[in-house]
């Protein structure tokens, strides 16, 4: 596993946003609760703050766009071109432990069964493995480069990359959220003192992974394990 830095008042980042603008102006509408995961586990609030102000950020992005282009956002449910095709899905270590986490404790059978085996079977290159029947799987702990990959107009042909073939109909994030959210995980780095935030934000960037590279196989043993100490 990745290791984790146990939050303290000494690394809180505090990051600014404002929680009671209500859903027109941006508020943080979009937050996920796990109450007793969350007190068990302290990384966990960091990282479905920091999803919260991601989507937060997207969900303006699209309001804007729509209301300045009056495009319409063409990814839907069952829209899966980017889970199959792209070569290159982004994680961050914080986001690796969230995934762990969410597989290991939150899904259950029948879908549990064929996630495991696709994440036994998976060959670095190939699809993300969490795609299931068209839907992903991990959706709550979808990564923010996944959660932030949007197009509009209309959706992608097979094998169609929009950012290459019509760059204009993929959204642009809005960076200040982008910037929050990675400030908001940054006690999950040992490496990084907190003080300096735009550079703890640029050392957290620097720790990217791929999704497709990853080896899975090592979530695979660990459901594997954690099923074996479960009671049925």
Same mark, same amino acid.
């Given at each position: 596993?990745?290791? #984790?830095?146990? $939050? *303290?008042?000494?690394? @809180?980042?505090?990051?600014?946003?404002?929680?009671?603008?209500?859903?027109?102006?941006?508020? +943080?509408? !979009?937050?996920?609760?796990?109450?007793?995961?969350?007190?068990?586990?302290? /990384?966990?609030?960091?990282?479905?703050?920091?999803?919260?102000?991601? =989507? @937060? &950020?997207?969900?303006?992005? #699209?309001?804007?766009?729509?209301?300045?282009? &009056?495009?319409?956002?063409?990814? =839907?449910?069952?829209?899966?071109?980017?889970?199959?095709?792209?070569?290159?899905?982004?994680?961050?270590?914080?986001?690796?432990? &969230? #995934?762990? /986490?969410?597989?290991?404790?939150? #899904?259950? +059978?029948?879908?549990?069964?064929?996630?495991?085996?696709?994440?036994?079977?998976?060959?670095?290159g190939s699809g993300c493995p969490f795609l299931i029947d068209g839907s992903c799987s991990?959706?709550?702990?979808?990564?923010?480069?996944?959660?932030?990959?949007?197009?509009?107009?209309?959706?992608?042909? $097979?094998?169609?990359?929009?950012?290459? @073939?019509? !760059?204009?109909?993929? +959204?642009?994030?809005?960076?200040?959220? *982008?910037?929050?959210?990675?400030? *908001?995980?940054?006690?999950?780095?040992?490496?990084?003192?907190?003080? =300096?935030?735009?550079?703890?934000?640029?050392?957290? !960037?620097?720790?990217?992974?791929?999704?497709?590279?990853?080896? /899975?196989?090592?979530?695979?043993?660990?459901?594997?394990? /954690?099923?074996?100490? @479960?009671?049925?």
């Amino acid at each position: 596993m990745v290791p #984790i830095a146990r $939050p *303290t008042k000494k690394h @809180t980042v505090k990051v600014h946003v404002e929680k009671n603008q209500g859903k027109k102006a941006g508020g +943080l509408s !979009r937050r996920l609760h796990y109450p007793e995961d969350e007190q068990r586990l302290r /990384w966990l609030p960091l990282l479905l703050d920091a999803y919260a102000v991601v =989507d @937060t &950020g997207i969900a303006i992005a #699209i309001r804007d766009e729509v209301k300045k282009s &009056g495009k319409k956002l063409a990814c =839907d449910k069952g829209c899966d071109n980017c889970c199959v095709h792209q070569k290159d899905l982004p994680m961050y270590p914080h986001e690796l432990v &969230g #995934i762990y /986490w969410y597989v290991s404790e939150k #899904i259950a +059978l029948p879908e549990r069964a064929v996630l495991r085996e696709r994440l036994e079977r998976h060959v670095a290159g190939s699809g993300c493995p969490f795609l299931i029947d068209g839907s992903c799987s991990i959706h709550p702990m979808r990564p923010v480069g996944c959660r932030q990959f949007n197009v509009f107009s209309k959706p992608c042909a $097979p094998g169609e990359d929009p950012y290459f @073939t019509r !760059r204009n109909d993929v +959204l642009v994030p809005i960076g200040g959220y *982008t910037d929050r959210a990675f400030a *908001t995980v940054i006690p999950f780095y040992p490496m990084i003192k907190a003080g =300096d935030v735009p550079s703890a934000i640029k050392l957290v !960037r620097s720790q990217i992974m791929n999704i497709q590279s990853y080896d /899975w196989k090592k979530l695979a043993v660990i459901m594997a394990d /954690w099923d074996s100490r @479960t009671p049925k």
